[in-house]
T-cell receptor
Framework: GAGVSQSPSNKVTEKGKDVELRCDPI?????LYWYRQSLGQGLEFLIY????????KSGLPSDRFSAERTGGSVSTLTIQRTQQEDSAVYLC??????????????FGPGTRLTVL | QQPVQSPQAVILREGEDAVINCSSS?????VHWYRQKHGEAPVFLMILLKGGEQKGHEKISASFNEKKQQSSLYLTASQLSYSGTYFCGLGRLTSGTYKYIFGTGTRLKVLA
């Protein structure tokens, strides 16, 4: 079946503009994660959605970052008033079960964001 | 607090073995290992759950020591395809909520 997809694959924007990044998880997966990976760095957790529960937003770096997940499927990560330090690859992952800890996370190809 | 991986980087010749360690200051519920090749998304290797399971995947295996809050990834008779950055992902239950965080990463390069 289809894997996790993300769009756009690349986004170049000017400082101060808003951007929206989209993630389509694997069908039927209840958990969805957003991560940020700066060049040569590790994976930084941003936000986690699990079913219909309130999302865990503990990793969002500032109030310029927000995310939603509609109908328990597609998720959008929005960055308002982008800054140059927001430049990174944004990765989305999904996993199948309702309980955390036991499931593989399947990653999408990522969106490379460049803020000029 | 981000789990610490060691070594940070390692270079091997084809056929050599390597061990990558992942340590946490917090009690662990599960450990996942991923490999990421340059320019690609991380790919799952294996998961270890609380209970000290040791898992295997081809010539790659791992262990999970709950008491020491550590996991180790063992690469045996390394192949060129093993090159990449290895991340551990640690799951913790905190106040009934599941938290997941990736380690600092270990860059591994296998030479012919």
């Amino acid at each position: 079946g289809a894997g996790v997809s993300q769009s756009p694959s690349n986004k170049v924007t000017e400082k101060g503009k808003d951007v929206e990044l989209r993630c389509d998880p694997i069908s039927g997966h209840t958990a969805l994660y957003w991560y940020r990976q700066s060049l040569g760095q590790g994976l930084e957790f941003l936000i986690y959605f699990q079913g219909n529960s309130a999302p865990d937003k503990s990793g969002l770096p500032s109030d310029r970052f927000s995310a939603e997940r509609t109908g328990g499927s597609v998720s959008t990560l929005t960055i308002q008033r982008t800054q140059q330090e927001d430049s990174a690859v944004y990765l989305c992952a999904s996993s199948p079960r309702t309980s955390g800890g036991r499931d593989t996370q399947y990653f999408g190809p990522g969106t490379r964001l460049t803020v000029l | 607090q981000q789990p610490v991986q060691s070594p940070q980087a390692v270079i091997l010749r084809e056929g050599e073995d390597a061990v990558i360690n992942c340590s946490s200051s917090k009690a662990l519920y599960s450990v996942h290992w991923y490999r990421q090749k340059h320019g690609e998304a991380p790919v799952f290797l294996m998961i270890l759950l609380k209970g000290g399971e040791q898992k295997g995947h081809e010539k790659i295996s791992a262990s999970f020591n709950e008491k020491k809050q550590q996991s180790s990834l063992y690469l045996t008779a390394s192949q060129l395809s093993y090159s990449g950055t290895y991340f551990c992902g640690l799951g913790r239950l905190t106040s009934g909520t599941y938290k997941y965080i990736f380690g600092t990463g270990t860059r591994l390069k296998v030479l012919a």
